[in-house]
């Protein structure tokens, strides 16, 4: 974020070390403030160890000024939010307790970061305001709550303000206190609840000629925004973020006025009426996103026949684009997400997307038509190839026809394929073999013998889906797939025994195929994390063995339509997670056990055309 760097740029973040000619004074004094402050904090992993003595210049997240020595940074940001990949580790390193006033002393403190701590729904702090040379003010999801002081407007040095609440209870029956924070360049108070102020926010930034960033996501702001201010005064706005508010509006087409913006986001704004051409025409617009503005309506030729220059992300997903995609995109270089699901976008992709050196996301549906017989290549790629950067094709559920390219083969860097849900027909491609990267997969409407470079690459599927189609050939056994897999491949005519996969999956969904023999005695050891299992409309014979009672994470049974025998394991009453049990029309027989009156969270249960007696427990 430019915004962000600038403000941090005032003050270094590391601590600074001393000369013996700086002020003793200062320092004394700043230590004692921050010991005393020290005292209200509740430190459970001892993050403040360091804080004793006099040297304070020295203490973890605290940092000095070189000539006067006074204390001019503290960064006590939780290493570990919530949101992190470590959520295990963020209680024991989040700080909590009170704020005491003794903070308010640090006069020459610039930069103060207390966020992602968990301060138990203590108000911000009013005497904040006395920190007259604040740049940098990040209290962000660190659980203050009630309404924000509007005595935070006296920090008129403040560039960069992240009061961001994550929902935790804060307030701002007004925000004409923000007019005054003439030096702001980057403020965020996403999640706060602002839907008291009315429209008057937007005139309250406007008048900010240094605001580059502005966050102010989900806060329940309502009311029309079409018309905006009388004069625009965004001379540095890039970044706007508006996302989750419900403005019951048409597009604000003064946003196309704000030549500075880099980065819009309006999704999930309930907005209507149509797109302004315009916004095609910012000279540094990067990132789009529009999302699901159900009732935004535009057409795709008018709206990608020119412009575009610096487009990188166009998240345009469930809004009403209509129309067919125009050659014209082809030069939109820089694009890298295409999000066009959920919309009316119809007849096919034009071949000149295969210039797009950086596009990483395809996404679309209602689309018609044939994939292109070939794709366009870019002088300009450093790879000879089309679509070298593609990493995500997802045309599923779409209207597509016709066979499938060989180019696809070609998409070295892919890692998810969808087409399945389509009206495809033909052969599978030998050169899809070749997508050595590949993890997701959907293929669907094809009728061919299932080759054996398609089980080779299924080993690094996290998801492999050909439900569907009219594949047939022998189920591999054992079944080479990714750790904790979803494997759909209901619908075929695929046979041989039941596999068994090499690693745990989550998800098996064989079922209307032709597999025959026993479901194996020892699938628990083999699937011990199973979910999903579905084998039904196919040849499985024999008992239900007793091991499937081991699989206790197990939510649906359904093993319909089969040939099974023999009675119910009473060990199924050990999934205290089972949802569906589904054994309807077998040969099975024998007493209805009474540990299915164990299954607490049984929703669905059918035994019916079946040979069993006794109650239901």
């Given at each position: ?177 923000i007019a005054s924070l003439r030096s702001l360049k980057y403020i965020s108070m996403n999640q706060i609840d602002l839907s008291m102020i009315g429209l008057s926010w937007v005139d309250v930034f406007n008048r900010l000629p ?270 080479k797939v990714a750790p904790a897999a979803d494997v759909d491949l209901s619908f075929n005519i695929f046979q041989g025994p039941v596999p068994l996969p090499v690693a745990g999956i989550k998800l098996l969904d064989i079922s ?106």
């Amino acid at each position: 974020m430019a915004a962000l760097q600038s403000a941090i740029t005032v003050i270094s973040p590391n601590c600074r070390s001393a000369s013996q000619s700086f002020s003793h004074s200062s320092l004394k004094l700043d230590c004692e403030a921050l010991i005393d402050f020290k005292t209200g904090l509740d430190d459970p992993k001892n993050l403040l160890s360091s804080w004793q003595g006099s040297n304070c210049y020295q203490w973890h997240g605290v940092s000095c000024d070189n000539q006067t020595r006074a204390v001019i940074a503290i960064n006590l940001q939780n290493p570990y939010p919530l949101s992190s990949a470590s959520p295990a580790r963020s209680g024991l390193w989040n700080l909590s307790g009170e704020i005491r006033s003794s903070l308010g002393k640090l006069r020459s403190l610039q930069y103060l970061d207390l966020s992602s701590n968990t301060f138990n729904s203590i108000p911000i702090p009013a005497f904040l305001d006395s920190l007259k040379n604040l740049r940098y003010l990040n209290l962000s999801k660190a659980g203050f709550s009630g309404p924000i002081p509007s005595n935070l407007g006296k920090l008129s040095r403040l560039q960069y303000l992240d009061l961001s609440s994550g929902f935790s209870g804060l307030t701002a029956p007004s925000l004409d206190w923000i007019a005054s924070l003439r030096s702001l360049k980057y403020i965020s108070m996403n999640q706060i609840d602002l839907s008291m102020i009315g429209l008057s926010w937007v005139d309250v930034f406007n008048r900010l000629p240094f605001l580059s960033e502005l966050h102010l996501s989900s806060c329940g702001l309502s009311g029309s925004i079409s018309s905006g201010p009388g004069i625009i005064n965004f001379t540095s706005l890039a970044v706007s973020d508006l996302s989750f508010n419900s403005f019951n509006s048409k597009f604000p087409s003064w946003f196309t006025n704000i030549s500075t913006l880099s980065n819009i986001d309006l999704s999930y704004c309930d907005l209507y009426g149509h797109i302004p051409l315009g916004l095609g025409e910012l000279p540094k617009l990067k990132v789009l996103n529009l999302a699901l503005n159900n009732n935004l309506s535009a057409s795709c030729h008018k709206m990608f026949d020119k412009g575009w220059k610096t487009i990188e992300f166009l998240g345009l997903s469930g809004y009403g684009l209509h129309g067919k995609l125009p050659a014209y995109i082809g030069n939109m270089r820089p694009l890298s997400n295409f999000d066009l699901s959920m919309n009316n976008v119809t007849g096919g992709i034009p071949s000149s997307m295969g210039k797009l050196c950086y596009l990483k996301n395809l996404s679309s549906n209602s689309l018609t038509g044939s994939l292109p017989a070939f794709l366009q290549k870019s002088q300009i790629c450093a790879s000879i190839r089309s679509l070298p950067s593609l990493l995500y094709l997802r045309l599923s559920s779409n209207q597509l026809t016709g066979n499938l390219p060989d180019w696809l083969g070609e998409l070295d860097n892919l890692v998810e394929l969808g087409l399945n849900y389509n009206m495809l027909q033909g052969m599978i491609p030998s050169s899809l073999g070749r997508l050595s990267k590949l993890t997701e997969s959907g293929l669907a409407a094809f009728q061919d013998l299932c080759p054996k470079w398609f089980w080779d690459i299924s080993s690094n599927l996290s998801l492999l889906n050909v439900s569907h189609n009219q594949v047939q050939g022998q189920l591999p056994n054992p079944l080479k797939v990714a750790p904790a897999a979803d494997v759909d491949l209901s619908f075929n005519i695929f046979q041989g025994p039941v596999p068994l996969p090499v690693a745990g999956i989550k998800l098996l969904d064989i079922s209307f195929n032709q597999p025959s023999g026993p479901i194996p005695p020892n699938l628990d050891l083999f699937m011990p994390d199973l979910i999903f299992l579905s084998l039904s409309s196919n040849k499985i014979e024999r008992r239900i063995p007793d091991s499937i009672g081991q699989m206790f994470s197990l939510q649906v049974i359904a093993l319909s339509s089969n040939k099974l025998t023999g009675d119910i394991p009473s060990s199924i009453g050990n999934h205290s997670f089972l949802k569906v049990l589904d054994l309807e029309n077998n040969l099975s027989s024998g007493h209805i056990p009474h540990s299915l009156g164990k299954l607490s969270h049984l929703r669905s249960l059918h035994l019916s055309s079946n040979q069993f007696s006794g109650e239901l427990p």
